[in-house]
């Protein structure tokens, strides 16, 4: 009988509207309904019943998957390696360890790693740690962590640092060459050089009239701690006429009372980021240099300095950043939000750094889908939380198993029944996922928002004298009776009966048994209230939603969570399982009408923390 039950409840599909669970015919039938209830308030000249609800998702949960390649079979990155057909392709991701990597970085790692796995090339992790002031080690870990999360192997990881004494070298080449000049002037005076309304046409100062061995002396004098921070630098002689400013004699070289985390005290002068990039990804051999449009500009310098100096060649091109609306990305303002509380900290599930996606329970695989489909063209991709959150519950439909969970638990005591056994399946669409027992209990818990203490004839749920389904249990309950705490005004017990008559009941709910887990359940709303927290007025803190989490300390969860747990990662995948890296977020599940859950960092061996992921459909009201 057992079979029957899991049977018929495997056919059940959710109302979004009300979020039960009914039977294809019931759903049709509401679906009919409510068409004909909006055309006719349209018809009145009425706004339509919930007016502000957020457009249904474009793409439902059974369209297939994408090619999981598309992004690098056509388009701009399609178009980038035909431009230069040259193999292996070697790529390189380059982050400044100066802060945790968000969402924008999944983007650039995708793009980097993703290219070279592409065409069976290579990618490089580079550090570029030239500015000791900024870099911490933390940050190094974390973007380590993070990239073998998304399922990337770089093929070597290096510094930029690595690089200092050959990079010294080439300058003095540079120098040598006349192409290159010790400075000393002041910011303004630099200003007034470049030109301007104010300052006119643009001109070079005297220093770059130096002779090329009083420059080399400059310059080692630099090295050698002749001159404190500001009092001089290295710069190009590239081309002051030139309309792009990336050619306006540039900062090689600059002198930072420092130490650097690599290379301690060994050096006093750093090189610039225009003076480093191109020359490292030279050294590494690096095929096609992608970065992010901002860098249009400095392909000029790019090419300048290695063609200057007879290095080998790789090209640089950019593609569009991409960057999320309703939070807030920005170092700055995420510490902001740190410092002063109103988050946990940096992984805190309501951020966008990867380290927060990642406790979340985002699966790394969604994130890929997301930038695969957004694909990759010049222009930046400015999206909304709404349409990341879409992939990541498509995702989540295909690869997770269900649970049944109860966030507000209360007691309904069925008269008459007996305990027994029942066989469920993690996933009705998806039978190899397999299928767990759970026992059903006489006392069951059901959530509170699934009782009404008066029935109403558009109530579909629990209440006195009206018949329910709970998900796969023997039969139907009717509730009888109930008692409140009088203090509280709460429902404190249901009594009720099996309804065995009703073989069709409208609505199935979720429920445990007597002996299940109980669970600390943090739900997640928008951390802002906005979609654009800087534009709030005195700034993106007075767009904080006071209710971006809701706890409900005394949840339970069915005990086929212990299965879950057992078999985690969900879904199994490259970063998570390959590398042995499954850590508690990779505990995932769909808590069945309620949304998508993954197992807090904050859980101990006795208790449980479960993050809500996303919900099971798109949040009214956000758009
Ligand atoms: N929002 C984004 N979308 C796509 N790529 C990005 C984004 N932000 C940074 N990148 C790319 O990631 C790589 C490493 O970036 P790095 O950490 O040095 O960037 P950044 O520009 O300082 O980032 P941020 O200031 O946003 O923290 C670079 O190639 C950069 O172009
Ligand atoms: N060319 C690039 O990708 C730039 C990387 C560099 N770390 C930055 O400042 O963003």
Known sequence: MADAITEATAKLFLDEETGEMVSKNELKKRTQKRAKKAATAKAKGAAAPKENAAPKPKAKVDEPALDPELMFKQGFLNDVFEERPKKPVTTRFPPEPNGFLHIGHAKAITVNFGFAKYHGGKCYLRYDDTNPEAEEEKYFTAIEEMVRWLGFSPHKITYSSDNFQKLYDLAEKLVGQGNAYVCHCNDDEIKAQRGGEEHGDRFRCSHADQSPETNLE???????????????????????????????????????????HRTGSKWRIYPTYDFTHCLCDSFEGITHSLCTTEFVQSRVSYEWLNKTLGVYEPMQREYGRLSITGTVLSKRKIMKLVTEKYVRGWDDPRLYTLIAIKRRGVPPGAILEFVNELGVTTAPSVIQLVRFEQTIRRYLERTVPRLMLV????????????????????????????????????????????????????????????????????????????????????VTEVRAVFDKETKKPKTFIQWVATESRTAEVRIYNSLFKSEKPDNADGGFLNDINPDSEIIYPNAMIETGFDEVKRRAPWP????????????????????????????????????????????????AGKN
Do not use: C
């Open 218 to 260: 400059e310059f080692r004098g630099m090295r050698d701690g002749k001159y404190k921070p500001r009092e001089a630098f290295l710069r190009m002689k590239q081309d002051i006429t030139d309309g792009n400013p990336q050619m306006w004699d540039l900062a090689a070289y600059r002198v930072l009372e420092k130490p650097h």
């Open 407 to 490: 966030l507000d638990p209360i007691p309904v005591i069925i008269d008459g029944a007996e305990e027994l056994e029942v066989d469920v399946p993690f996933s009705p669409k998806n039978p190899a996922m397999g299928s767990h027992k759970i026992k059903f209990t006489p006392t069951v818990y059901i959530d509170r928002s699934d009782f009404r203490e008066e029935d109403n004839k558009d109530y579909f749920r629990l209440a006195p004298n009206k018949t329910v389904g709970l998900l796969h249990a023997p039969y139907p309950i009717k509730a009888v009776s109930f008692s409140k705490d009088e203090t509280t005004g709460k």
């Open 572 to 619: 199994e995948a490259a970063g998570e399982s390959e590398l042995g890296r499954g850590g508690p977020e990779s505990i995932r599940f769909q808590g069945m009408r309620v949304a998508y859950f993954a197992v807090d960092s904050d859980s101990t061996d006795s208790k449980v923390v479960l993050n809500k992921i996303v919900s099971l459909k798109e949040d």
